[in-house]
């Protein structure tokens, strides 16, 4: 019949009953080894822990809404959103992120230092920017829904602050949703009291000519 292992170095004991064998018990007598209080083994006195050793385990969090992410760097959810977009993040003391353009692609860098998401935009913010026209791009705007009371945040391409409620639109497609999306936006504008002016791809070899026409159209 087999002796027992050592519960120490899992050598043969000394029979039944006996969890040292003899090197390991002389060194349990003599204090060289001593069972540990965190972990309940039997170790060398100054060995440390193995539980003491083990590395911590992270659980990566999402970096654009913090939710838990199976060890990848975005949830399912935001990779799928921004998979195919160029997003800017602010972070902050490497603890917080904040998502500061949610559409993301702002490629083009115009004179003024903004970002813009395509190139007939940075022409038609540099040409405003020449002339000394003030102009925010994609300043925000609250609109609420009549039947729904949603609140909804749109964000017109070009406002033009000196220009009493005028913003311009540039619309850089011509599908059918993306037209039909454009109209549905304006009718909103002009809900609000504010004057919509589009600009088309079919401008795309004047733009500042079709900028001027607007600016002389509503000369102050």
Not at 9 to 26: I, M
Not at 27 to 55: A, F, L, M, R, T
């Amino acid at each position: 019949m087999d002796k027992p292992a050592c519960i120490v170095c899992g050598n043969p004991t000394g029979g039944k009953g006996k969890d040292f064998c003899y090197d390991c018990w002389k060194k349990k007598e003599s204090g060289e080894i001593v069972q540990c209080e965190k972990c309940g083994k039997w170790h060398e006195k100054d060995k440390p822990c193995e539980k003491d050793q083990e590395q911590p385990k992270y659980e990566l969090i999402c970096l654009t809404c913090n939710n838990p992410t199976n060890r990848y760097h975005f949830c399912k959810e935001c990779w799928n959103k921004y998979k195919d977009k160029a997003i800017d993040l602010r972070i902050t003391n490497c603890t917080s992120f904040e998502i500061l353009d949610g559409y993301g692609n702002r490629k083009y860098r115009a004179k003024s230092g903004v970002r813009t998401r395509s190139m007939p935009e940075k022409i038609i913010l540099d040409h405003l920017w020449d002339t000394n026209v003030r102009v925010i791009y994609e300043n925000p705007v609250e609109y609420t829904d009549p039947k729904t009371g949603k609140e909804i945040e749109l964000h017109p391409d070009f406002t033009l602050p000196d220009y009493k409620n005028l913003i311009i639109e540039y619309n850089g497609m011509t599908t059918s949703k993306y037209l039909a999306t454009k109209q549905e936006t304006k009718k909103m504008y002009e809900e609000l009291g504010l004057t919509v002016e589009t600009i088309t791809s079919d401008d795309s070899d004047y733009l500042e000519k079709a900028v001027d026409h607007i600016l002389k159209k509503y000369k102050k």
